[in-house]
């Protein structure tokens, strides 16, 4: 058990938990974060889920859709030709940030790629990589 992690660290947790598996309660996610070696109480959970701007949608927790791609890393996105966008992200965060991209199930979407620091996402065209950067809430 982790007594002396930082808050930080703690948020950082709860926004992994929240963008990669179905959370309903705070009682779950305080179990989650339990099993992941935090120790919080669920008044703890309350204000941490505040603090970040979580939201209740369709019976679970969601990161605000507008900062979802911010908070999970995403640093810019920028066209390379007609069907191509690179997202830059911090580094270790590309694999997760391109699954909650494939999660979104924009059509505008052929395929995407990704590595360390860097995805890769294939559209049709140009007006697709500005609808799909508009969808993750980046400009291109």
Do not use: H
């Amino acid at each position: 058990m982790r007594m002396n992690e930082s808050r930080d660290e703690r948020l950082t947790q709860i926004r992994q938990i929240i963008a990669t598996q179905s959370v309903k309660n705070q009682e779950e996610l305080a179990q989650l974060l339990t099993d992941a070696g935090y120790s919080c109480t669920q008044s703890s959970v309350s204000r941490d889920l505040q603090d970040l701007g979580v939201v209740k949608s369709q019976g679970q927790y969601t990161l605000k859709e507008t900062d979802l791609m911010k908070q999970l890393g995403v640093v810019s996105a920028t066209p390379a030709g007609p069907n191509l966008l690179i997202v830059k992200t911090a580094i270790g965060a590309a694999q997760l940030v391109a699954f909650q991209i494939d999660q979104l199930g924009l059509k505008q979407i052929i395929g995407t790629v990704a590595g360390d620091d860097t995805i890769f996402i294939a559209t049709a065209n140009q007006a697709d990589q500005t609808l799909v950067a508009q969808a993750m809430g980046v400009s291109k």
